[in-house]
């Protein structure tokens, strides 16, 4: 018998997430049916509720309901709790809805497993303080960086994302228009929102050197204006978001079905797409 799993989203028609599990699956020999499913605001609950009660087996959950998953939940996991936010939904034995957040996960399994990219003593700059940032910074202050500074154009909510995380790391905070960072950034994370309008979050071109790494959580067929611009100073490695969506999809079949899938070849795939 196929195990059931969705994704709810809206809009949803785009996503690459049924071809991701259907690989993963196939690795097992698992059969599995993973559907596309727009919801809406109003029916969000109503459609999670229905989908578990209809024999779903997990279902993932993509803008704009992570926070609504979250609020759903009657489990968090801790990176869930921190995110305040939730990709990754099941009932748990006793048919309690548990949330998990697996972006934060998929990338640092991209950074270092796929990029080679060690997080530990390294200086970290996240650009944004958005949900983005919000789900990322757990799994990446759990990685033992030298040091993390988050540079948000709203200098504030740069300074409230870090208080929410002041009993894990001590934060840095910055605003992009003065960026300002214990020392020289060794990895600079684009988790803004600009991509999607083709902005630049940030313009200090001083911040790059051939050894910095700039990732962008955002991608695209091309290369985004964020990995355009740290390339043109000098950048290496400049990476999209395309391995994070691998990794953080590969992390929430293993917490559906406890099996740890190979990503390398999807990787590769993507990559020369
Ligand atoms: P998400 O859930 O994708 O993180 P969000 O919570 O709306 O979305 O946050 C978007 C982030 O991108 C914010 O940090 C926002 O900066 P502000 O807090 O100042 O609004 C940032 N952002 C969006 N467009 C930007 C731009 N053109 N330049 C710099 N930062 C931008």
Same mark, same amino acid.
Do not use: E
């Given at each position: 018998m196929s195990q059931n799993f969705a994704l709810f989203g &809206?809009?949803?028609?785009?996503?690459k997430s049924p071809y991701l599990h259907q690989n993963f699956a196939q690795q097992f020999d698992l059969a599995i049916d993973y559907r596309k499913l727009l919801s809406t605001p109003e029916n969000f609950k109503a459609d999670v509720r229905d989908f578990f009660s209809t024999g779903g087996d997990g279902c993932n959950v993509t803008v704009p309901f992570k926070e609504d998953a979250f609020a759903l939940c009657d489990i968090l996991s801790p990176m869930a709790a921190r995110a305040r936010a939730v990709n990754t939904l099941y009932l748990n034995a006793e048919k309690k809805l548990c949330g998990h957040n697996t972006d934060g996960i998929g990338l640092v399994n991209d950074l270092l497993n &796929?990029?080679?990219?060690?997080?530990?003593n390294r200086h970290v700059l996240i650009i944004g303080a958005g949900g983005a940032t919000r789900g990322i910074l757990g799994p990446v202050i759990a990685h033992n960086p030298a040091s993390v500074t988050v540079a948000n154009r709203t200098y504030a909510k740069a300074q409230q994302l870090a208080a929410e995380f002041a009993d894990l790391f001590q934060v840095h905070t910055c605003s992009t228009s003065t960026i300002d960072t214990p020392?020289?950034?060794d990895i600079i994370i &684009?988790?803004?929102?600009?991509s999607l309008s083709a902005e630049?979050?940030?313009?200090?071109?001083?911040?790059?050197?051939?050894c910095t790494v700039c990732y962008d959580l955002a991608y695209a067929n091309e290369p985004t204006a964020f990995m355009q611009w740290a390339s043109s100073h000098g950048c290496a490695k400049s990476l999209d978001g395309k391995g994070m969506l691998i990794e953080q999809a590969a992390a929430a079949f293993t917490t559906w079905t406890k099996l740890t899938p190979t990503t390398a070849p999807l990787i590769l795939e993507f990559a020369s797409a």
């Open positions: &809206n809009p949803v028609s785009h996503s &796929n990029h080679k990219t060690d997080i530990a020392d020289k950034p &684009n988790a803004t929102s600009a630049l979050p940030v313009t200090d071109a001083l911040l790059i050197t051939d």
